[in-house]
Every structure is written in C-alpha cells, then in structure tokens.
C-alpha cells in the first residue's frame, strides 16, 4: 500500500487517509476520492490531500475482513457487514465461547494489519452477543499475510478457530449427604441453587436423592442416578472432600467408576472432584457450590452442559484467572431464576455518597460558606441534593464547625448525619469519622466537598458507571483539561487504608500508591476543580463565571 501526501492532481481515485474539513467541502477517512471531489477542494483552496492507494498485491479492507471472517468462524456464529474494515461475530445461541487460543495467537502475529480480538476461552455467551471483532488495519491487507491467516484457520482437523459451544439440555441428577445435625433447609437451599444454576444453561434438575453419609450409601445411589437415565451426577457431601479416599471418591469407585482428577487450581472451588461412571461425568461439589456465587464448580458444569469434555488437563490449566472474587458487576446465578432471559443484568454497585461538610471557612472569615446561598439554596444543600438525585444508595453528612446550623438546613433531606467533634484538627478527622458511619455491605464510596456546589448528580452517575475493580478501575478519579479534581470514588477495601490517615490531609496521596487501581473520567465542565473558599470565588460562582484563584 502507498501511502502519500499528494498533489490534487494525483490524488483522483485514491482513499482519504483522514478526514477533511475545508470551506464546505466534507470528506470522510476512507472516502474514495472522485473527480468532483478534487474540484470542490480545489476551490476551497487545498492543495494536496494525504491518501493511500492499493497495490497489486493488497485486498482493500472491507474484502479482507470478510474473508478472514469466512476462515475463522463456524455456523454458530453470524458474521455482521463488512464496514471499515470491521467484521463483528455474533453468537447464534446461547452457550460457551470456544476459542483455539494458539492458533489465534500466530493469526494476530502474521502482519501488522491483521487482527482478530475475542472474548475469554470459555466465556459464557448469550444469542446475538458479540464473540469476536476482525479488524483489518486501515486500509488494506497484503494478500500474503491475509492467505496464510486463512490457511491457519483452515486446519479442519483442528476445528474452527472460534466457535459457540450451544447448551444442551441436559438431565441432572444431585445427591446430597447427611450427617447427624446436618439442617434440612441447607440440603433445601442446595437443590434450589443447583436448580437455578441448571435453569441458567437450559438444563433440569431431574432427580435429588438424600442419603447418609457413608461409602455404601452413596455408591448405591451413584448407580440409581445413572440407571434412572440422568446426563451428569453431581454429589454435595455432609462433609467436604478432603483425599480421594473420602467418602464420595471411594463411593464412585465402589460404584464402578473412576475418580479423573480431585482438587483445582480455582478458589473458591478448590476442592472439587472430577470422574465418570461409564459415559456418565460425575462430580463431587466443593462446599461453594452450596452458594450462588460464582466459583470453579460453575466453570466445570457451564462445559460439561455444553458438550465439551473435561480433563485433568482442562482443570489444572484454570489457575490463571482462577482467584474469584465478588464484585459488583459480575452476574449472579441467583438472579437467573427471576428473569425470563437467560443472562441476568449484572448488579448494580452499592455506592455510599460521604460529604464532608465539618470545615471552619477560614478563608471566608466569620461566615460559614456552606450556608451560603447560590440561587437562593445554601451551597452544602446543593452539594447534598446532587448526591441524592444521583444513583448513590445512601447519603452520609459529616458536620463539625456550627454543626447544629448545618443539620437544620438539611432536616427535611434523607440523609445520615455524623458529627466529628475534632473538625479543627484538620480534614483527616471529618474523613474517619464519616468513614466509620458507612454501612458495611456497600461496594464503593465517593468523598464529596462540602463547598463544591457545582458537582452534579450526572457527574457523580459517570463515576459511579465507570467502577469496575474487576477490570482495574477500583479508584475512579475526574478530570477537566487534564488536571484531576473531585469528587473520587473508593472502592471499599481501601477503607482500612484510609483510617490510617491522620493530620489536615484527605486521601489524595493514596491514589499515586494504586496507580494501576486509578482510573480517569475525563469532564468538559470544570465543575470538578471549582471550591469556594473565599468571598470573591462565592460571587463568582454566583455570576455564573470562573473565580479567580
């Protein structure tokens, strides 16, 4: 491929590198330049446009995206239209993302324009959910890289590179252990879990037997289960397994089959068992399967409900990726017994909004800046009303300087006050005291100043959006013209952290020791870097103007 910046005279026939905007000519990137459009830059005064040509030996973008496409993907997945160089992969049912992950890897490494990103192997998917996206960069392929491509994917004896491995409806059959003590409700519970789980991946609970908790029992049971024709047998002992000479392993032995593999490399979930009795997988459960949450029994069901065969080798390999943990925006097994879909919307997180409003207004003199008003509402009120109008769950206020005058203004908002009698000492106080009044399930929180009352509810909703511990974005902090300002949001395992801080210093040093925990939202309104600290900036922000420092 050329690529030039050429005279206009050259330039017919070409495809615009970048946009142009000149006079009132409009020209897209990737616009295949005509003869009219020559003439109209030409009188908007350009003179020479950067352009890319094809060569004899390049396939123009939008043809080589199909046809690696083409190579790729299999009839489980729907291809979308070719558009810039773009192909979208979309699942036609719902199941597992299957992904030959080495072939993948030598595909994105032939040339520098060929590139394919994927969901996670084994990732659960729903119908119409994109799976994969074919990028060919701008604005061609070189014919030779994109034949070997197809070559690799062509490797029939080794399958698609990607497809969908669809659920199959499957009869389960669950045998549960007692022990003297042992709750009938936990043994209740169990099966209801289990049942949503299966219901999640359109599959039954076909049968749950419940016996004691010995060898004998438990094998003669394995053989009612398979002989009563079930797909999968799935054991929750009294006791977890803890050798595979514990009860449920030695059962299945005495039953006939035999133990594959016992523990994983996946926690929670690490002591599962794996085996078959004939064609028939049998798995003892970790005691975490007992919950909704997700943990390394989910991975080992979601595949085998999918067709696919687990080994020893599959369950050591999950250790990478393997450290489950909660988080806010993970899907719930639980939800899916609710909803008629079968993916559950993931959970919104519970984000606690905490104003420090125990400050002196030094600056201002004997007047308290919060209780001044801005459009006839005093600034701490609209401070406060702008987190209760946002999707925070719960609102808590921290007074100190003339706290009485501050909580009157506030008596008719639902909100928690606390009041930190050590104000004077500086920021870190009002921080711990506001702090110890959180609720102890909440997910996040977000520290908001009590003279900042340009901060609104959308901002505070952005920052909230943007959360996510799981994709490292556990300290989210606002921008304006690249200078970082407030509120920020924590996540909450930095609480312990914060109760460390002493002095009149507020949390800010703690984000340049998580850097790789921080992420940055970008705002077009300076509302984040804006405090009124002194009589000239409260007028200023009054007149609608930027205060001067």
């Known amino acids: 491929m050329i690529f030039d910046d050429l005279p206009l005279s050259q330039a017919e026939g070409a495809i615009l590198a970048h946009s142009v905007r000149q006079g009132s000519v409009r020209l897209k990137k990737g616009h295949l330049l005509t003869a009219e459009d020559i003439d109209a830059l030409r009188q908007a005064g ?77 990732a659960v998917v729903e119908p ?59 043994l209740d519970k169990t099966a209801q879990i289990t049942a949503d789980r299966l219901q999640g991946m359109a599959s039954d609970l076909a049968r749950e037997r419940r016996c004691e908790h010995s060898t004998k029992t438990v094998a003669g049971e394995i053989r009612f289960m398979a002989q009563a024709g079930v797909d999968i047998v799935l054991m ?13 392993p030695a059962a299945l032995e005495a039953a006939g089959g035999t133990v594959e593999h016992f523990g994983m490399p996946v926690d929670p979930g690490n002591l599962l068992m794996v ?11 970790p005691g975490c399967a007992r919950s909704p949450k997700l943990n390394g029994f989910d991975w080992v069901l979601q595949r085998l409900v999918a067709g696919l065969e687990v080994t020893k080798d599959d369950v050591t390999a999950m250790g990478v990726g393997g450290l489950l943990t909660e988080i806010p925006s993970r899907p719930q097994p639980r939800d899916q017994a609710s909803k008629p879909a ?72 639902p909100v928690r006050f ?34 900042m009352p340009r901060v609104s509810a959308d901002i505070i909703n952005e920052l909230i959006a943007t959360f996510d511990p799981s994709a490292g974005r556990a300290i989210i902090v606002p921008t304006y013209d690249g200078k970082r300002g407030n509120p920020v949001l924590w996540d909450r395992h930095f609480l312990a952290e914060m109760r460390t801080l002493a002095g009149d210093v507020g949390a800010r040093h703690l984000i340049g020791h998580h850097a790789e925990q921080v992420a940055e939202v970008a705002f077009a309104d300076d509302a984040i870097l804006l405090d009124i600290d002194t009589e000239a900036a409260l007028e200023a922000v009054k007149n609608k103007a930027d205060p001067q420092p």
Not at 74 to 92: F, I, M, Q, S, W
Not at 275 to 285: D, I, Y
Not at 355 to 384: E, F, H, T, W, Y
Request: glycine content about 8%.
């Open 275 to 285: 085996g078959k009795l004939g064609a028939v997988p049998v798995l003892g459960l």
């Open 128 to 186: 119409n959910q994109m799976v994969a996206t074919i990028k060919i960069i701008p604005f061609a392929a070189p014919t030779s890289a994109l034949s070997l491509a197809e070559t690799i994917g062509g490797q029939h004896d080794r399958g698609p590179v990607l497809r969908v491995a669809a659920w199959q409806p499957r009869k389960v059959g669950l045998i549960q252990t007692r022990l003297p003590g042992t709750q009938v409700k936990v």
């Open 418 to 451: 606390v009041h930190n009698p050590d104000f004077a000492a500086g920021l870190s106080t009002s921080l711990q005291a506001g702090l110890s009044a959180l609720d102890r399930d909440i997910d996040a929180f977000l520290v908001l100043l009590g003279d």
């Open 46 to 122: 350009r003179q020479s446009v950067v352009v890319a040509r094809l060569e004899a030996s390049d396939v123009h973008e939008d043809k080589a995206a199909d046809r690696l496409a083409a190579a790729l993907a299999d009839e489980t997945l729907a291809a979308g239209e070719a558009r810039t160089g773009r192909v979208n992969l979309y699942a036609k049912d719902a199941g597992i993302a299957v992904i030959d992950g080495e072939r993948l890897n030598r595909i994105n490494g032939i040339d520098e324009a060929v590139t394919v990103a994927t969901l996670p192997a084994m």
């Open 236 to 248: 929750a002992g009294a006791s977890a397994i803890t050798d595979r000479r514990d009860v449920l």
């Open 342 to 413: 079968r993916k559950p919307a993931p959970k919104a997180p519970r984000v606690a909004a905490l104003v420090l409003a125990a400050g002196q207004s030094r600056r201002m003199g004997a007047r308290n800046k919060l209780l001044a008003k801005i459009d006839a509402k005093p600034m701490v009120v609209r401070v406060v009303d702008a987190a209760l109008d946002s999707v925070a769950e719960s609102v808590v206020v921290v007074t100190g300087h003339e706290a009485e005058a501050v909580e009157r203004v506030l008596a008719d908002r």
